[in-house]
């Protein structure tokens, strides 16, 4: 996805992410840290940070001699974030909007890149992680978290009809490749880092379910990627791809929102320049 667009869905969806942050997106991002383990006084940069899920127990972590920098393009999650970060008295901790691909950072090179849920939307998946790995000092840590197997997919087989009802031009885009297919079981994760030169590479696997009622499935919904594809619809076709993906939910029998994840870490070798 280019980066402008990633922007502006999240800035839609912002609300709605705001309301899946206690229950999912914090929960997951500190076992990301559990696995990446920042270390008091490091340096982290975390991509596509959102609205700090990560970020923010990466700066507990890493105290305040250390420095965690959250970049991601969506501003209405920053300001989430910055909201928490500020509450929870943490200075060491900046987001900035911006693309994480092109940000010049001011703490590079860093001791650990994390990337939560963020790499599968960058335009090249190789090439756009080779570019965060570029941002890491030699012998430095990088983590990445994605979706396993199975996560999300009767949601976006609820959704994806529900929207191509409304949107027939979406259905391609949908059902187009997944980026995050060459990433989605332990072995293909551990695969890519190793293939990315990153060394020592462990894959930890979260199962993480939650209760889905019909009203939290419709605000996860629309508070991520797919809220994209709402933007510009009028709010009856709105409320038509409400009842549809409702009643596909229903004759699925979907009640739990699969979020189980892959948190996969690796390490630049100390004496080879980064990949
Ligand atoms: C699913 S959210 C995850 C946010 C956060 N890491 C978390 O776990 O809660 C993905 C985020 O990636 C951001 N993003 C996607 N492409 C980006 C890019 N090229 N530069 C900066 N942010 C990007 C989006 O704006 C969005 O906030």
Redesign the pocket.
Known sequence: ???TA??A???AAAPE?ARW?ARL??P??EL?VAVSRPRPGERVF??????????VPAAHAVGPSGAVDG????GA?LDQGRAVASAEGLAQLTFTE????T?ESPHSPYDLVQ????VF???DLNS?TKTLLSRLRPGGRFAV?VWGNEAMRSLLAAGMPAIASERPAARTAMSGNDPSAPLRTPAKLRAWLEQLGLERVSVTEVGFRQPLHPDDAWEFLIG??LRGYLVGLDSAAVERVRERFLANLAEQGTVTLDADSLIGLGHLGTTRPSP
């Open positions: 996805m280019e980066p990633a922007g869905t999240f800035n992410f942050y997106w914090r997951l991002g990301t975390d991509a596509c940070c959102g609205s700090g899920a990560s970020a970049v991601d393009m969506a999650l911006s693309d994480v691909l940000w990337c939560a849920y963020g939307f960058l335009p756009g978290t991520a990627a």
